[in-house]
């Protein structure tokens, strides 16, 4: 999926999670401050890897947050507590990832901010390493007789 690509998910059955804004469009539309994305790269299966997210309020009236849960069960988070945070306070919320074999994983932090139902996602993901080898288009071997055995 490209970086500009509309990316959905379901939230809860038959409802849509938000397409994820942008850091810059949840700071001016939101007022609140976050990573685009959770990303694990160097990972293996049956290994646990907790990475804390950031939330940050930078507008300038208090507001409540609050989370819905992953949908998979590779991506867990502790019980979604409302959050309240005053203009310039943040908070930690800690993401653990669980996979259980090696392939990609993807998934949604939804959350949803003050009474208005304003919401906004941050995608998590595990990726792959990926292997690349690069070779030259051509090989030069010289004059060589074909089949040639010593």
């Known amino acids: 999926m490209g970086r500009g690509e509309a990316m959905f998910a379901v939230a809860a059955e038959g409802e849509v999670a938000p397409a994820p804004l942008t850091r810059e469009a949840r700071r001016a539309n939101l007022g609140v401050d976050c990573a685009e994305l959770l990303e694990w790269r160097q990972w293996e299966a049956g290994g646990e890897y907790v990475k804390d997210l950031l939330v940050k309020n930078v507008g300038g009236k208090s507001i409540k947050l609050k989370y819905r849960l992953p949908a998979t069960k590779y991506f867990s988070m502790e019980f979604p507590e409302p959050i309240r945070l005053s203009p310039g306070m943040s908070c ?21 901010v003050g009474s208005h139902g304003d919401r906004f996602v941050v995608p998590v993901r595990a990726v792959l390493p990926l292997i690349r080898i690069e070779s030259p288009s051509v090989v030069a071997f010289g004059f060589v007789p074909v089949a040639w055995r010593c």
């Open 92 to 112: 930690t919320v800690p993401v653990t990832f669980r996979p259980v074999r090696n392939e990609r994983y993807d998934d949604v932090i939804e959350f949803s």
